[in-house]
């Protein structure tokens, strides 16, 4: 039922406590059958011959696939390689909770995990944009619709750095919440080939995501697929911190005290922690990291979590808001589409949440 690989990790990680305390959600919620050590166990036990059901796969789906428990484990094991095979097993035999399945139907349908079309004001912020360009912003699903504030400072900083870029009018999604819902399946892939050959019409040399976990999807797997040759796969922030650094943005000091939530899969699925931290500094924010920041990141949940599981995202982003109470910040900054609209969502108590991009756009 699982690969050498997975069974290897699940074996590993079955009676090991050492992560525990590092995931957000097992934390946030004090479920202890939501840990990665649960899922090592259940994994265990079904290839042993425990009969997959769909209260198991529902706690397959209990994870936000941030990999703070890999990046913490000392013997470098990987939960999230067992978690995303359950799930496709639990695709295949029709136990995925109906709040995947929909989600699922959405991206498959729309393009987009939540159901939901381009916001019109982004529609009509990328209409006198040119069909081909050096440059290519990928928005993504939250960027373009129901985030799209942050896309829409991402398209306002490119025009007054003067890059000369495009923006897909109708956006493919990238195959990344796919992969999340259900592993690594001929859907995925399938959905990354159409969005690549998207992206390749538009004959763009640098890719740009605004979305962490789409440029993590474009790094890795289309790579892996050999989709895009010649296309760079940058993330936004780099991109702008180079922007800045080449005196093309010039961004006026604001005073400002905060936080930072680097997203999860910027900082430990690309391992990049630096460039929000130069973005910020040209902005003249003193920062005060929070417990869990850089690499050690903790998750606020995700669109895939929020689409089956909106509860736990709720908890997930009170415990990041009370690490900034603990600190006496007052402000979080957020670095990514999804990070801004679930910290918005749900309640942070007088923790403000910021966008970065929307602070750099009206300080430029
Ligand atoms: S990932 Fe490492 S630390 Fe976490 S449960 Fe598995 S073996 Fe233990
Ligand atoms: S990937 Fe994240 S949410 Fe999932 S078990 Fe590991 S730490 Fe917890």
């Not at 992560?19 to 059958?33: K, L």
């Not at 136990?95 to 929909?102: C, D, E, I, K, S």
């Not at 939250?142 to 923006?167: D, N």
Request: charged share 20%; hydrophobic share 40%; net charge negative.
């Amino acid at each position: 039922m699982f690969s050498n690989d997975s069974v290897k990790n699940a074996e590993a990680c079955r009676f090991c406590w050492m992560c525990r305390h590092i995931c957000p959600v097992a934390g946030s919620t004090g479920n202890e059958a939501w840990t990665p050590r649960a899922r090592g166990l259940m994994v265990s036990m079904m290839e042993k011959g425990t009969e997959f059901t769909a209260d198991i796969a529902d706690i397959m789906y209990k994870c936000s696939l941030c990999d703070a428990c890999a990046n913490d484990c000392v013997t470098n094991f990987k939960p999230s390689c067992y978690t995303k095979e359950a799930r496709t097993q639990a695709i295949v035999q029709g136990l995925a909770p109906l709040g995947v399945l929909q989600a699922i139907e959405n991206i498959q349908s729309v393009q987009n995990i939540y159901g939901e079309s381009r916001a019109p004001e982004v529609i009509q912020a990328v209409a006198d944009l040119p069909e081909q360009a050096e440059v290519l912003l990928y928005l993504g699903q939250s960027g373009g619709a129901r985030a799209g504030a942050v896309g829409l400072a991402a398209i306002s900083l490119l025009k007054k750095a003067g890059v000369p870029f495009t923006v897909l009018k109708e956006e493919p999604a990238s195959g990344a919440f796919l992969e999340e819902l259900m592993g690594d399946t001929g859907d995925v892939q399938e959905q990354a080939q159409k969005t690549a050959h998207a992206i390749r019409t538009t004959g763009a040399k640098i890719l740009v995501a605004l979305n962490p976990h789409d440029a993590c999807m474009f790094r890795d797997q289309y790579s892996q697929w050999g989709l895009l040759p010649g296309v760079e796969a940058v993330t936004i922030t780099a991109y702008l911190a180079g922007l800045i650094a080449q005196g093309k943005l010039v961004p006026r000091k604001v005073a400002l005290q905060a936080s930072m939530q680097d997203p999860c899969r910027l900082a430990r699925g690309i391992g990049e922690t630096q460039a929000v931290r130069e973005i910020l500094a040209a902005l003249g924010v003193e920062l005060k990291e929070l417990f869990l920041h850089g690499e050690m990141t903790r998750c606020c949940g995700g669109p895939v979590l929020n689409s089956h599981s909106p509860q736990v995202v709720r908890s997930m982003v009170a415990t990041r808001a009370g690490d900034a109470k603990r600190i006496g910040s007052t402000c979080i900054i957020t670095a990514c589409p999804d990070c801004q609209d679930l910290m918005t969502r749900y309640e942070t108590g007088e923790v403000k949440i910021v966008d970065l991009f929307a602070l750099l756009d009206k300080n430029c």
